[in-house]
């Protein structure tokens, strides 16, 4: 089937991933009171066609599909979905994916904009090839999955806590997980994140790359070590116990969102990644 | 045999009554035996609790006959365990015996009501499972006695399977319906385990106390009792493993303890935001649950504005816990549908064997249904 590419996979990924978000604001109105299974199997089924969309694209290539920016950012995306679907085999804490979903269908209508996704030259190898290339793309890549991740564990500790706070009886009728253990979770995947991106930043300063260009005033390795020293920076402060916990957790979705924000920026500023 | 059910519960009677048709445990497998050679019961199962005193039985006398006969039964039973003494129920002096307190139901709604009381949708707090665990024991008592037979067993199981359905797919169980219990509720919703929390009690009034020995049930590490009273103080610290400490002093435990539960008489603030801030300082961001149950209010409502603070007074711990009760009222009728379902087929499998039964008949009879069919 020619005519059905891997991005109608990935399309039909982004739809499920809209019908998990619908459905998250149902369990949103009904207070998350009941274990669902529901929105867990939506992304589930989403993932699948998700994944098929990568592999189909990275059969294309013959490369670990992260060339271009649509290919990274369906690969942010895989890695949040991801990461979701293993934590959220613990049944408290599989109420993430309600706040997860609306990140990954904003993420997958952003990547669908055709402008992200020019066709490989044919017989040309494609822009980023080789291992190292694909080992810092996608180390770096998954360090932005779990750092949305913990983002969206974040927002689900600031709800929960609000709740706490203000006596609201959905604080004790939702299955949400402890407001301790959400922050843990949301610290673990960030300082898991942050080895990530650090073994990516570590593989990208070995590349290759054209003569004459610069790489410490880059405008994509500045960026990069700024949000590596935003991340260690928020590890720091929170080992010290310095942040509240409410703090913290806004820093982690202020980080998360700058990230998104600016990463497709950076990267189209970058002579080190559109040579 | 038609299931029947008779007896008078929290709902007809007042305590005074209920005490005195209440069989102690081991005089029941007599009561059921006499049931039985009496001809009024085939199958009987009696349940008695402090709040319940029924019958159960498959009975092969038409429900009224039997009602008649098991009435009799319960009241020479009320009255060989003890005439009333005017102290114990004044009202009573002079009536005749009981009455209208006694309840009474045949198929179908004796089953509904046996399974009702199997979910505790029957119970003075809806949904509350002790009554499940009354149930089966009684159950048990009549089965190892021999006293149950295919009906009741049926039905008993059923019950049993019945309820924990409804547990598992209703939330009648669901939260908690005493102040010590919410209190409970929310220490599981703010820290990650209560295994290494340590609970500090000010003043030691009783539903403090419940409190504390509820987180203490539930896994608290330690609690350290303060009160005006030093010998009070140490006094239930015994009590709880715990220890004691001079009421001057408590602000210095602040630092390792997650938990506080107040319940002084002081006619003021006894813990404001002056107070705390400096202390949640040294508490380097770990979160404090803060349970005021003292009427006036001990610890100032401002400090609910401090990060990591949670505070909850009385009014919010009942607000919850009859949030919970209203709740719990509304899964009722999805319950009460649940039970209509799983009674079906035992209605059925009686009807089946009633049909059964009609091939017993003299033939006269058999010819003259089918007469009638024509």
């Given amino acids: 089937m020619v005519w059905f590419t891997d991005r109608h996979f990935f399309l039909l990924a982004v739809a499920l991933y809209g019908a ?21 199997f939506l992304l589930l089924a989403a993932f699948a066609l998700h994944t098929a969309a990568m592999v189909q694209r990275g059969f294309s ?40 979903s609306p990140v ?46 913990g983002a ?124 | 045999m038609n299931v029947v059910v008779i007896g008078l519960s929290h709902r007809s009677a007042p305590v005074e009554l209920r005490e005195r048709f209440a069989f102690a445990e081991s005089k029941i497998p007599g009561a059921l035996k006499s049931l039985r050679d009496s001809g009024i019961a085939g ?52 009536r005749s015996p009981h009455r209208e307190e006694l309840y009474s139901y045949a198929e179908p709604d004796s089953l509904h009501h046996l399974f009702k009381v199997a979910c505790g949708l029957d119970s003075m707090m809806i949904g509350e499972t002790e009554i499940l665990g009354q149930l089966k024991a009684a159950y048990d008592l009549a089965l190892q006695h021999g006293h149950t037979g295919a009906r009741l067993n049926k039905a008993f199981q059923r019950a049993f399977h019945t309820a924990k359905h409804v547990r598992t797919q209703t939330n009648i ?29 000010i003043g030691a009034g009783d539903t403090s106390e419940k409190t504390a020995r509820a987180l203490l049930s ?59 801030e400096p202390l949640m300082k040294a508490r380097r961001q770990r979160p404090l649950l803060l349970i005021d149950i003292a009427v006036p209010r001990d610890i100032d409502p401002e400090v609910n504005f401090l990060e990591n603070v949670y505070l909850y007074n009385v009014d919010d711990l009942r607000g919850i816990a009859d949030d919970y009760l209203k709740l719990r009222r509304e899964e009722i009728a999805g319950c009460e549908a649940i039970i209509a379902e799983k009674v079906k087929p035992l209605l059925a499998a009686r009807s089946s064997a009633d049909f059964a039964d009609g091939r017993r008949l003299p033939f006269s009879d058999l010819r003259k249904s089918a007469q009638s069919a024509d």
């Fill in chain 1, 20 to 40: 998990s978000a619908v459905y998250s604001v149902f369990l949103w109105r009904k207070g998350f009171r009941k274990d669902d299974h529901a929105n867990y």
């Fill in chain 1, 61 to 100: 290539v013959a490369h670990c599909p992260v060339n271009n920016l649509y290919e990274a950012t369906t690969f942010v995306a895989w890695t949040i979905v991801a990461a979701y679907l293993v934590i959220g085999l613990l049944p408290r804490l599989r109420f993430l994916g309600a706040f997860a």
């Fill in chain 1, 104 to 149: 990954l269908l904003g993420i997958g209508v952003f990547a669908l904009m055709p402008a992200l996704d020019p066709p490989h030259p044919a017989g040309a190898p494609p822009e980023f090839s080789g291992a190292l290339v694909s080992l810092h793309a996608a180390t770096i890549l998954l360090a932005y999955g779990a750092f949305g991740l």
């Fill in chain 1, 152 to 275: 969206v564990a974040a927002a689900m500790f600031l709800m929960q806590q609000h709740d706490l706070k203000f006596h609201k009886l959905r604080a004790v009728l939702s299955l949400f997980p402890p407001i301790q253990r959400l922050e843990i979770v949301a610290v673990r995947l960030v300082f898991a994140g942050f080895i990530l991106l650090t073994v990516g930043l570590a593989a990208g300063r070995h590349l290759p790359r054209p003569t004459g260009t610069p790489y410490w005033t880059d405008p994509k390795v500045v960026w990069s070590i700024f949000l590596w020293f935003v991340y260690l920076a928020l590890l720091v402060l929170r080992r010290l116990r310095v942040p509240s916990s409410r703090n913290l957790a806004v820093s982690l979705i202020a980080a998360f969102v700058f990230l998104l924000l600016t990463f497709w920026g950076t990267n189209l500023l970058s002579p080190l990644h559109h040579p």
């Fill in chain 2, 43 to 94: 199958e009987a199962v009696i349940l008695s609790t402090c709040n319940r005193v029924e019958i159960y039985a498959a009975t092969p006398l038409e429900p009224a006959k039997a009602f008649a006969e098991l009435k009799i039964f319960l009241l020479r039973w009320g009255e060989i365990s003890g005439e009333p003494s005017a102290k114990d129920n004044p009202g009573s002096r002079g």
């Fill in chain 2, 173 to 201: 169980q669901r939260g908690s319906v005493s102040v010590a219990s919410v209190a409970v509720e929310l220490a599981e919703k703010i820290f990650n385990s209560l295994g290494d929390r340590e609970v500090l009690v």
């Fill in chain 2, 218 to 276: 539930r896994g608290a590490k330690s609690i350290v009792v303060t009160n005006r009273s030093l010998d009070r103080a140490q006094a239930l610290a015994g009590e709880f493993g715990g220890r004691a400490v001079p009421f001057d002093d408590w602000a210095g435990e602040f630092e390792k303890i997650d938990i506080v539960i107040s319940s002084t008489s002081a006619p003021h603030y006894i813990l404001d935001r002056a107070k705390l």
